[in-house]
């Protein structure tokens, strides 16, 4: 049988679930600590730009990757002055990032190139390459399953490994440890977890720090691995489907990931549905199937999963009683 399809599929299917996934993570370190981040978008945008235009610049990976994760991280720390130390709207505070980012990296990005709010495209010597690819070549020469480990499997950079492996990695920190036990405490009861003298604002600073470090992952992807350069508004709505993702997940790690994989087999499906005719219908509308994965939340959160309820503490600021 011919696996060709099936391959491609899976291979675009992880590759475009990543910062997904990354992104959803973000939200989900954010959200159970109590702070909502609508700016998920904003920071994996001005990341990109922040990777993009080091990574142009300077000619190194680290360096791109690292400087995109300080200027996510900043974010993050912004949006935590903001919502946690002044006790801000987290809701008009994320809109608010995303608003900056959307307009700063195309005022900046004109400023600095001069190519319509682009980048100049980073080298191949800075774009992530596959981490295997003496293994893939191997593998692919195997009877019968060659191609499905080779090009399904073994084909991606560390980014996409390392996001699959941070699923497991948050849910054991969430879960099976005393940090994750105090920080799912401060998004439900954060007055219980000061009266036992804990810091709420450190606890929630901390998970805005790692949100801030996973959204600068995304966003140095998206530039390194994904796409040759910084184009304005190039994140087009992934900061908001990993939160529709985190939403439909529950906020549990394990669902929201399920959650970015079939919204990003969606998206990858609208790719290859790209003028692709089906009899009586005539070409497939790629807005529709790309409009699917909030549609289908939609519909599931109205009544098919049930009520997705969140953290009790979310969006709430906490002030220390005296």
């Known amino acids: 049988m011919d696996d060709t399809l099936f391959v491609a599929m899976l291979a675009s299917t992880l590759r475009v679930s990543t910062p997904l996934i990354l992104c959803a993570l973000a939200g989900l370190l954010s959200e159970r600590s109590g702070v909502v981040d609508i700016g998920l978008e904003g920071k994996m945008l001005a990341a990109a730009f922040a990777a993009g235009a080091m990574g142009a610049t300077y000619e190194s990976t680290m360096m791109a990757l690292l400087v995109g994760v300080l200027v996510a991280t900043a974010l993050s720390w912004m949006h935590g002055l903001a919502c946690v130390s002044h006790k801000g709207d987290q809701v008009v505070s994320g809109v608010a990032i995303n608003i900056i980012a959307a307009g700063m990296t195309v005022v900046l990005g004109i400023a600095w190139f001069e190519q319509g709010g682009q980048t100049p495209p980073v080298s191949a010597a800075v774009r992530i390459q596959p981490l295997f690819p003496a293994l893939q070549e191997a593998a692919q020469s195997i009877p019968v399953v060659g191609n499905l480990l080779g090009q399904g499997l073994l084909s991606y950079n560390a980014l996409v490994y390392l996001a699959f492996a941070l699923v497991p990695a948050t849910w054991w920190l ?26 709420v604002s450190r606890l929630r600073y901390t998970a805005l720090t790692l949100n801030g470090v996973l959204c ?12 040759a350069n910084f184009s304005a508004n190039m994140t087009a709505g992934r900061g908001f489907m990993a939160l529709a993702a985190l939403i439909f997940g529950r906020w549990h790690p394990v669902n929201a990931f399920w959650a970015c994989l079939l919204f990003g087999f969606l998206d990858a499906a609208a ?52």
Not at 175 to 190: I, M, Y
Not at 216 to 227: D, F, H, R
Not at 299 to 307: R, Y
């Open 271 to 322: 790719i290859r549905l790209q003028g692709v005719h089906v009899p009586g219908m005539g070409e497939v509308p790629v807005q529709l199937i790309q409009a699917l994965p909030y549609l289908l939340t939609v519909v599931l959160l109205a009544g098919f999963i049930g009520k997705a309820v969140a953290p009790q503490a979310l969006g709430k600021p906490y002030t220390k009683e005296r």
């Open 216 to 227: 600068g992952l995304a966003g140095g992807y998206l530039v390194l691995a994904q796409s």
């Open 174 to 199: 969430l879960f099976r440890t005393r940090f994750g036990l105090r920080l799912r405490a401060v998004g439900e009861n954060p007055q219980m977890v000061d009266a036992a003298g804990v810091s």
